[in-house]
């Protein structure tokens, strides 16, 4: 896809800011052009006010209020600020994800106690969202935590929880439960797989999954 072309008012609002340079640039300046440009992006939703709300949180750290380039003071709604703080939390989870051990499908395979060749099995078990399978290109890639090696099959309680949390129409979200401390457990629920704590698992899963009323 083809990059917008800047209207003249934006062009020449560039221009102005890259002349005056950044030390004197008007702070709010920098801002309102950031927010303008990020709001295109699609999964943003085109909502200049709110991206320029959140960016002006991540400038001013933990203050929620404050004077940006002599503007009049701004409140930042607590709606916006869970967004930024879940936001950052999520791409926390994601960079952990994507730390972890791997399998590819034929290895997968033959983690399950079948020929490398045999992707049939593997795929089976994540359409049904016992094993966890996460997108990359055109194939998947397999967390190895799932895997218990000496009974060449899914941990139990793994193929529960990722049954429960329906791991395959959420497969970034089911990732990030499993990478992510729980405060319930002390740990992240991963490092339960396989341990005389891993039926806390499913009930952990059950406070996320089933609606609470």
Do not use: C
């Amino acid at each position: 896809m083809a990059a917008a072309r800047l209207s003249t008012d934006e062009y020449r609002q560039l221009v102005d800011l890259l002349a005056l340079g950044l030390t004197e640039a008007d702070d709010s300046l920098w801002l309102d052009l950031a927010a303008r440009f990020a709001a295109r992006h699609s999964e943003l939703g085109h909502d200049e006010r709110r991206v320029r709300s959140l960016l002006a949180m991540l400038a001013s750290g933990r203050e929620l209020t404050g004077q940006i380039g002599g503007a009049p003071r701004e409140v930042f709604d607590a709606a916006a600020y869970r967004e930024l703080i879940q936001a950052r939390l999520r791409g926390e989870a994601m960079e952990a994800v994507w730390l972890l051990p791997m399998l590819e499908p034929n290895g997968a395979a033959v983690a399950l106690g079948a020929k490398p060749a045999n992707r049939e099995i593997v795929r089976q078990r994540r359409v049904r969202s016992w094993l966890l399978g996460l997108p990359r290109g055109r194939g998947y890639l397999y967390p190895v935590f799932q895997f218990d090696h000496l009974r060449e099959d899914i941990f139990p309680e793994v193929r529960s929880v990722n049954e429960l949390l329906g791991a395959v129409a959420d497969p970034w979200g089911v990732a990030s439960w499993w990478v992510s401390p729980n405060a319930r457990v002390d740990a992240a629920p991963m490092e339960l797989v396989g341990t005389d704590r891993a039926d806390d698992l499913p009930v952990l899963a059950r406070a996320v999954a089933e609606p609470v009323g």
